[in-house]
């Protein structure tokens, strides 16, 4: 069912490229040449991209990594979405240093540097099949995942919350705050998280272990990548509930 699913979304996705392609056959004006010249001198710059693999067809992975390609330059798309719709994985997270790129990464590299921040790539041959790149702002020296560990507090209104949560949503934030307060004065996380989660399935104690940017919602991530290694956050909220989240690594 979900292949069929998959494959419906993909005919409806190549109506649409046709169609927008019958009326302006011109990319999109943010659209970058594969190969311009790079727009600056960064020693060090960072890029999420996802993977179209070859497959059976070869050519039928290429026309597959250029619509793809055509659908994440236009304005407004998303690109973690397209790649989690599309491929059913999430996007992964580089980092090229210039001067420092192994011949595995030369074509990658090439293609992002050759980017504005914010712009997204032709397709790029690799090995595995074809990958299409964003350019994410140039990051700071310093690691390109991080670890983190939460415990959740839901409400009736929560994505996937179980039918066994019957708090509104104020009764949610404020339990939350509670519970960011006592983990914040040292109370014992691993009894906290025992006792509150409503998360289906946490691993123990909430741990995430290390994720890249992309990986999280927007709210969620926004918070991790902002604290530092041990500090414990006021409740975040995301369409899942209330987090309280402490960065580990």
Partial sequence: MRRSSNARSFFL???SLAL???????PPPEAPELHEAPSDTAALVEARYFTIPIGESAVQAEERAKML?????????????????YTENPPETIRFRRGHVTDAQAAMAEATFA????????????PAGYVILLREPDPQEGPSEVGARHILIMHVDSDRAP???????????????QIAQDAQNGGD??????ENTDEPGSPPNGDLGTFERG??????????WNMAIGAISDPVETPFGFHIIQRTR
């Fill in 13 to 15: 996705l190549c109506l």
């Fill in 20 to 26: 927008a392609c019958a009326s302006d056959e011109r």
């Fill in 69 to 85: 390609s055509d659908l994440a330059r236009q304005p407004g798309s998303n690109f973690g979405e397209i790649a989690r719709h």
């Fill in 115 to 126: 980017l504005r921040v914010g712009q997204v790539s032709l397709p790029v041959r690799v």
């Fill in 163 to 177: 039918d066994t949560v019957t708090r509104t949503r104020d009764e949610a934030l404020a339990l939350a705050t």
């Fill in 189 to 194: 996380w691993t009894t906290l998280h025992s």
């Fill in 215 to 224: 990986n999280m919602v927007p709210a969620f991530e926004n918070a991790v």
